[in-house]
């Protein structure tokens, strides 16, 4: 089940077993419509014609997550595929926009990652996937697991994702997708469940034998000494525009590590900071808008232009 709120009323999407995705109106505590494929059936009976465009895959759907940034719902199913659809309160306009194709089993586990606008899976063919977004998604990174995933979760504040595998919580670093945390539960047992806790920075996680454990919530140090954020660079990006080149060592991350130091940004330098590596840390659409503010500014005045 996924929760919507960023429309007029507060959905909620079930799926399961019967391959059907019910649309629920919390407000109003109703179910609002189904998923509708619009397939073709050669039958009299309304009931067999309804049933069969209510059909979402072909294979039971064993999981899905919601993005609010592009208003898309991603679902895994039995039939190893993951089907992407556009959300809506009417059940016929939920288009199909992609299909991701590449595992070799059962799809059960699938979230989206806010800072890079990625899909992630898991699958029972003991593997993570990382996929782009878009009307043609392809995978971009497959990562082996040491066991069959259970549980999957995005932690979008921290630029982490959670892997259960039987009794280990895995936490990957989405820079570099390196385990950079491990938990490890009774030996035996299966977690089944994961469930982010960030007002006391942890994760809890709901395992066969019916216990629940706690565990510290992995902070990462994006802010090491040396290494500059994001709103950082660019604030110092928008100074050298403004004021030429300073003395101040300015550094750009890779994968953690300090890299090159840029004594100034040429073109080729912001084209190295937008790439995918960085994981968004300058984006493209970030120096676009950046762009945009600083042709307001005069170089060698450093004051703003009437015009």
């Known amino acids: 089940m996924v929760l919507i709120t960023n429309f007029q009323h507060i959905y909620l999407l079930s799926a399961?077993?019967?391959?059907?995705?019910?649309?629920?109106?919390?407000?109003?505590?109703?179910?609002?419509?189904?998923?509708?494929m619009?397939?073709?059936?050669?039958?009299?009976?309304?009931?067999?014609?309804?049933?069969?465009?209510?059909?979402?895959?072909?294979?039971?759907?064993?999981?899905?997550?919601?993005?609010?940034?592009?208003?898309?719902f991603a679902y895994g199913s039995a039939d190893r595929l993951v089907y992407i659809r556009k959300f809506s309160p009417c059940g016929r306009e939920m288009t199909l926009v992609s299909t991701l194709v590449g595992h070799l089993s059962d799809v059960t586990g699938v979230c989206w990652l806010e800072d890079s606008e990625n899909w992630v899976t898991v699958s029972d063919d003991m593997s993570l996937r990382v996929w782009t977004s878009g009307d043609v998604?392809?995978?971009?990174?497959?990562?082996?697991?040491?066991?069959?995933p259970s549980a999957l979760i995005a932690d979008n504040a921290n630029l982490t994702v959670l892997v259960a595998c039987e009794n280990t919580l895995l936490v990957y670093d989405v820079y570099n997708w390196r385990i950079v945390q491990r938990h490890s539960a009774t030996e035996g047992t299966v977690i089944h469940s994961i469930l982010l806790i960030p007002e006391r920075d942890q994760v809890a996680t709901g395992h066969n034998d019916g216990t629940i454990c706690l565990w510290a919530l992995y902070k990462p140090n994006r802010t090491k000494q040396g290494v500059l954020t994001a709103r950082q660079l660019e604030q110092n990006m928008?100074?050298?525009i403004l004021h030429g080149p300073t003395d101040f060592p300015y550094k750009a991350v890779e994968?953690?590590?300090?890299?090159?130091?840029?004594?100034?940004?040429?073109?080729?330098?912001?084209?190295?900071?937008?790439?995918?590596?960085?994981?968004?840390?300058?984006?493209?659409?970030?120096?676009?808008?950046?762009?945009?503010?600083?042709?307001?500014?005069?170089?060698?005045?450093?004051?703003?232009?009437?015009?």
């Open 16 to 36: 399961g077993w019967d391959r059907r995705i019910i649309i629920w109106n919390i407000d109003h505590q109703r179910q609002e419509d189904t998923c509708q």
């Open 255 to 307: 994968n953690d590590v300090i890299s090159t130091k840029f004594d100034y940004y040429s073109s080729e330098d912001l084209d190295y900071m937008a790439t995918p590596k960085l994981s968004r840390d300058i984006s493209r659409a970030a120096l676009r808008n950046l762009t945009a503010k600083t042709r307001r500014y005069s170089v060698d005045s450093g004051h703003a232009n009437d015009d």
């Open 137 to 148: 998604s392809q995978c971009v990174e497959a990562i082996g697991l040491p066991a069959i």
């Open 38 to 72: 619009g397939a073709a059936i050669e039958s009299k009976d309304p009931k067999e014609v309804r049933a069969a465009t209510e059909v979402s895959s072909d294979g039971p759907i064993l999981c899905m997550a919601y993005s609010p940034q592009r208003n898309e």
């Open 238 to 240: 928008v100074s050298q």
